[in-house]
């Protein structure tokens, strides 16, 4: 009797190990990881600064709408990347009627660089009015950021990329040559199909 109470015993304590291993593994490993841009995918992307002298100064917030357009020669209103070794080079062209916000970015070992129209940029075009601000020093980085591992083989592009910038910097105006200081912060959204790609 006192075989079969041990031997019980052994295997309720196994098997409720074994329970909570298995609700463990299961709470660490969700399908969707905690961080990840994935829960936004298909929201608008969302811009929130100000620029601080010039024709058009004052505070700018709003939506961009999360609408897709992949062709070989163009991705607009996301933003993707390539792969060259450990280092991605990240492309953004987000636009709506009257504002098309674009820009490139070297990201290596989670970083990116100064704003300075090399290594990364920033450009704002407000339309009717085709003044275009291009970022020629100025700080800026890069939050919540997550990658997808493809986007099919109509693009050179490896992936989607989806992150949160801040940014501070002097801008210059490619109209007339006056400068501008604009800081704020651009939400960019993957697709809603994101799984897709």
């Given at each position: 009797m006192k075989y079969f109470k041990k031997t019980s015993y052994l295997i309720l304590l196994i098997a409720l190990s074994f329970l909570v291993g298995c609700t463990s593994d299961d709470d660490s490993n969700p399908s969707n990881p905690r961080g990840s841009q994935l829960e936004f995918a298909g929201d608008p992307h969302t811009y929130n600064f100000t620029i601080t002298g010039g024709e058009i100064a004052g505070d700018y917030i709003g939506e961009i709408g999360n609408d897709l357009t992949v062709t070989e020669l163009l991705l607009a209103n996301y933003s993707a990347y390539m792969q060259f070794g450990n280092e991605k080079d990240i492309s953004l062209n987000i636009f709506k009627e009257n504002l098309i916000i674009g820009g490139s970015f070297n990201y290596a070992n989670g970083t990116i660089g100064s704003l300075d129209n090399n290594a990364s940029n920033l450009s704002f075009q407000f339309e009717p009015s085709a003044i275009r601000y291009n970022s020629v020093s100025g700080s800026m980085q890069l939050s919540e950021v997550d990658f997808t591992d493809s986007l099919g083989i109509n693009t050179a592009y490896t992936g989607l990329a989806a992150y949160e910038i801040?940014?501070?910097?002097?801008?210059?105006?490619?109209?007339?040559?006056?400068?501008?200081?604009?800081?704020?912060?651009?939400?960019?959204?993957?697709?809603?199909?994101?799984?897709?790609?």
């Open positions: 801040s940014f501070n910097g002097t801008f210059i105006n490619a109209l007339n040559g006056s400068e501008v200081q604009i800081e704020g912060t651009i939400k960019v959204n993957f697709p809603e199909n994101v799984e897709q790609y």
